[in-house]
């Protein structure tokens, strides 16, 4: 079985910066891409960042884009979440996820969608006050 595990969350004021890990137990895998998500409140997951490990290439939502940066480990599966200029609604449960699945498209679009995601995390909580 294989499980994510996430580490690194906590409380921090605004302006301020956190760095968030995600590495694989259990057996081994192959994955193509891995993101962060997060949900606050009684809000939907939202999607953070994400980074297919073939070219390296990154995807940020619009919120985070400039202040937050994603990178990561292929051969280990472990992907990080720099988080800089903390704002209070960057606010949540942050998750990380796994995709074993080969790449077919090359958009936000597509590593913004959690469902192609096969493996996730239980979450960190980060907790951004004003």
């Known amino acids: 079985q294989v499980q994510l595990v996430e580490s690194g969350g906590g409380l921090v004021q605004a302006g301020g910066s956190m760095r968030l890990s995600c590495a694989p137990s259990?057996?081994?895998?192959?994955?193509?891409?891995m993101a962060w998500f997060r949900q606050s409140g009684g809000k939907a997951r939202e999607f953070v960042a994400a980074?297919?490990?073939?070219?390296?290439?990154?995807y940020y939502a619009g919120s985070v884009q400039g202040r937050f940066t994603i990178s990561g480990d292929n051969v280990k599966n472990t992907v990080y979440l720099q988080m800089n200029s903390l704002k209070p609604e960057d606010t949540a449960v942050y998750s990380c996820?796994?995709?074993?699945?080969?790449?077919?498209?090359?958009?936000?679009?597509?590593?913004?969608?959690?469902?192609?995601?096969?493996?996730w995390g239980q979450g960190t909580q980060v907790t951004v006050s004003s």
């Open positions: 980074i297919k490990w073939s070219d390296s290439a990154t």
């Open positions: 259990g057996r081994t895998f192959t994955s193509s891409a």
């Open positions: 996820a796994a995709d074993t699945n080969p790449v077919l498209y090359d958009s936000i679009g597509y590593y913004s969608t959690a469902i192609k995601y096969d493996y």
